[in-house]
């Protein structure tokens, strides 16, 4: 496939309410968009890192640095060789920089899917037309707050909740989301590195509230923290920072350290190898679902044709626009029945919305190919 031209585009659109996790808060989502031509087709994808190194060490403006002068200087030596299957072992002698490296092979099979006439769904192996929406839900400064949120997000039919934990705001908003909507409500906790294997006694008084997981409780590089903490403690461990790759995937769960992993395409450097790490858990009866990371309708689109994979049985972070946005950059993913439907069109699905681009534009960089 021949391009033509990548254009780095960021944009800033304000979140209908903050949120906050263990690590900072947000109250609006800035990306990098990024847009692939080609003689027939225009592909698209977002990047996934925050402002601020604090999820994880990457970061917007490090990110178009390193497109801008590392990556994309590579995948211009292969000329039209390109193919988005190659994108990742083109890149592989960068180091790092995984969601850098996904916003672009996403951006190219977008383009080279819709040349084909492929969907994202199709082309990945979703077995579903609709996905189970589940939502997250940031730490809040009174459990007043927090039950307001979830009484609201249940009413409008998600099908399970995760809320936000760090040392402080842990047992209590869990004590009381099960007091007041019950234990049939399907529900997680995310840390987000939070905690160290000192707080194991502490975490074991989640063991009662019969979560489905708890996510991430220990640093991203503590695979043998959270396989002693597995030993530990009734609730099931799921590793969202941690995994990076397929590989991480199958060292993690060959060690004990995860029974279910959150899989976010960007933080393992793109779909394909979203896709390696489906079959690895599913190889060895480790359920998955999607996480998220606030994406817009672009992202949100190719996230949503990965979790109907078929071991993506648990809910995903993958909930309808407006738990984002009052106005989308695509026509808004709406939920259905407390579930989520998979665009079928070619490619990533859905076009993006020119007038709310444009309101959104703060700069972009054009680079010919
Ligand atoms: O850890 O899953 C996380 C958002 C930003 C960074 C990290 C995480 C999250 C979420 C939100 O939990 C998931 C979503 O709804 O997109
Ligand atoms: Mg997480």
């Not at 936000?164 to 995310?190: C, H, M, S, T, Y």
């Not at 939070?194 to 502490?202: E, I, N, Q, S, V």
Request: proline share 6%; hydrophobic share 45%.
């Amino acid at each position: 496939m021949k391009i033509e031209n990548i254009e780095l585009r960021r944009v800033t659109m304000p979140l209908v309410s903050p949120f906050r996790t263990s690590f900072g808060t947000a109250s609006e989502r800035e990306t990098t968009l990024v847009r692939v031509t080609t003689a027939n087709a225009e592909g698209w994808a977002e990047h996934a890192a925050e402002p601020d190194p604090l999820y994880s060490s990457e970061f917007l403006d490090g990110g178009d640095v390193v497109i801008r002068d590392h990556l994309v200087p590579r995948l211009q030596a292969l000329g039209g060789r390109l193919t988005a299957e190659l994108v990742a072992t083109t890149l592989a002698p960068v180091k790092g920089h995984p969601m850098s490296k996904s916003v672009l092979e996403t951006a190219i099979l977008d383009a080279q899917l819709k040349e084909a006439g492929t969907s994202f769904a199709h082309h990945l192996g979703a077995v579903r037309d609709c996905v189970p929406a589940g939502v997250s839900v940031g730490i809040m400064d009174s459990l007043d707050e927090l039950l307001a949120a979830v009484e609201s997000y249940l009413a409008e039919g998600y099908l399970r909740i995760k809320l936000k934990i760090e040392p402080g705001w842990d047992l209590e908003p869990v004590r009381a989301v099960r007091e007041r909507f019950g234990d049939n409500v399907l529900l997680q906790v995310d840390a987000n590195t939070a905690y160290t294997l000192a707080d194991a006694r502490h975490l074991g008084q989640l063991d009662p509230f019969g979560l489905l997981l708890l996510e991430q409780p220990l640093a991203e590089d503590d695979i043998l923290g959270h396989a002693h903490l597995a030993k530990l403690i009734q609730t099931p461990i799921c590793l969202d920072e941690s995994i990076e790759s397929a590989r991480d995937a199958a060292a993690a769960i060959a060690l004990g350290a995860c029974s279910v992993i959150n899989i976010k395409p960007a933080r393992v450097g793109g779909y394909l190898e979203a896709r390696r790490i489906h079959d690895v858990a599913a190889a060895n009866g480790v359920p998955v679902w999607c996480g998220g990371m606030l994406e817009t309708g672009i992202g949100r689109a190719a996230n949503v044709a990965l979790a109907g994979l078929p071991n993506f049985v648990l809910p995903g972070d993958t909930s309808a626009s407006s738990r984002y946005y009052a106005q989308d950059l695509t026509a808004p993913f709406v939920l259905e029945e407390g579930h989520v439907r998979i665009p079928r069109g070619p490619g990533i699905g859905v076009d993006i919305l020119p007038d709310v681009l444009g309101e959104i534009t703060t700069s972009s960089m054009a680079i010919r190919f």
